[in-house]
Nanobody, 123 residues
């Protein structure tokens, strides 16, 4: 069972930046497809960004050009660099991993989830 722990959330002004981190407990994490999702107040969980084992990335249209997903296999960690933040980016952000090496955009395609970290963007 892979444990995922997110960190780096917080309160930021619109236009600012934050970097989220997700550390995994198992080395196998480096071979998995990984993703970031978010869930705003009263909204369904939505895909934000994903990265495959070989580094192929996928982004939601709403974050393209502003967010960057990356990973550090030596640290068993995946990151989400968020820039030019907007109030509509306010949400709980979740890290996820899937036993497939490919990236995917649906929450049902992921096997492991972190507990979430709150990101609040003030306007």
């Amino acid at each position: 069972q892979v444990q995922l722990v997110e960190s780096g959330g917080g309160l930021v002004q619109a236009g600012g930046s934050l970097r989220l981190s997700c550390a995994a407990s198992e080395r196998a994490f480096t071979t998995y497809g990984k993703g970031w999702f978010r869930q705003g107040p009263g909204k369904e969980r939505e895909f934000v960004a994903g990265i495959s084992r070989v580094g192929t990335t996928l982004y939601a249209d709403s974050v393209k050009g502003r967010f960057t997903i990356s990973r550090d296999n030596a640290k068993n960690t995946v990151y989400l660099q968020m820039s030019s933040l907007k109030s509509e980016d306010t949400a709980v952000y979740y890290c996820a991993a899937r036993r497939s090496t490919a990236v995917a955009g649906g929450p049902g395609e992921y096997d492991y989830w972190g507990q979430g970290t709150q990101v609040t963007v003030s306007s």
